[in-house]
């Protein structure tokens, strides 16, 4: 996306009007995910969300339900530790780490560099379990078909607006932790009506990994973009 | 951390777009930074200044940042609204819309250099 004007001498100035997009480099790593992917139709899905709001859970809950219709598969990124990959493998899934060493946020660059260890040709699903965080990973592209989100019920139905960047470039917001609501003062109507008002096309389902609320609903949402990927 | 590795990626931009006897000239670098980028002017300002500790070689040139407001065109009757608020409404019809024309940009939008 480069557009550049001839050279312009300005006085004792010479001046060279760009336009270069500053994450030019991280979107086309993106792409060449996503042409990757195409090829070996893996639906590939990025997942957010703040800390603690309940990926790893959902990543579990997802391989118990789906691990023996479909083949899936979690790349986990976090500052430290291997603990969530560790969790989600106790599934029987094949699950790898990508440890940032601070970063807030992933790149493409770092889900291009760990493609290869995943075998593509006999995967029907990909999830990318984003770094904990609402603002950094809603700019960065990672190749994905579809970006879901994650609100817990304890982080408040008046958090959309606050990181809108991330509601606007989201697909699925997941109100997780629903088993807590009859303690809370959070609505779904609240949280849904401030997320549309970002973005008025986001598809909206409320789970409970704990009591397997909406989980149907999710896996039936995977398994149709997964059919869609392929063709059927 | 997210401000250290964009003025990474612009520094690390501007080198493989200019030549370095160019770059050697170099004297201002003007971004446009949209109000959805997630970027903080004054924060950006902080991180270039970092960056310098360890490039001297950048420190005479100067860092302009313009920010720009968010503005949607309505699909239906091509309406302009700069938006508030994040309400992403336009403001004569009346329909949601997404079509961001304005404010989502990080750009380096214009360098200057040294006759």
Known sequence: MIEKSPKTARGSVQCENTNIHLLKANDFVADIIRKEIAKTKTLLINVTSSPGSGKTTLMQKTAEKLKDKINMAVMVGDLETERDAERIRETGIHALQIVTGG?????????????????????????IENVGNLVCPASFDLGEDYRVTLLATTEGDDKPKKY??????????????S??????????????????????????IQISSLTDEGIDEWCDWLVEKINDKKGF | ?????????????????????KLDKMKSIHLKVG??????????????????????????????????????????????????????????CGRPSKNIIQGEELLIHKVEFED
Do not use: G, W
Not at chain 1, 104 to 126: R, T
Not at chain 2, 4 to 21: A, D, G, H, P, Q
């Open chain 1, 103 to 127: 970063i807030c946020h992933l790149e493409a660059q770092m889900v291009h560099q760990v493609l290869d260890k995943f075998d593509l040709e006999n995967l029907d699903l990909l999830f």
């Open chain 1, 164 to 177: 809108p960047k991330m509601f606007l470039t989201t697909d699925l917001m997941l109100v997780s932790k």
């Open chain 1, 179 to 204: 088993d807590l609501l009859p303690y809370l003062p959070f609505t779904l109507e609240a949280v849904t009506k401030d997320a549309r008002e970002v973005n008025h096309e986001l598809e909206v």
């Open chain 2, 1 to 21: 951390m997210h401000e250290t590795s964009i003025v990474n990626s612009i520094m690390k931009t501007l080198e493989l777009e200019f030549e370095k006897e």
């Open chain 2, 35 to 92: 109000i959805l980028s997630n970027i903080e002017p004054r924060l950006l300002h902080n991180a270039y200044s970092a960056y310098h500790m360890m490039h001297p070689e950048y420190s005479a040139v100067t860092l302009n940042i313009e920010s720009t407001e968010l503005k949607i065109q309505c699909e239906v009757c091509n309406h302009i609204t700069q938006i508030k608020n994040y309400r992403f409404l336009c403001e004569n």
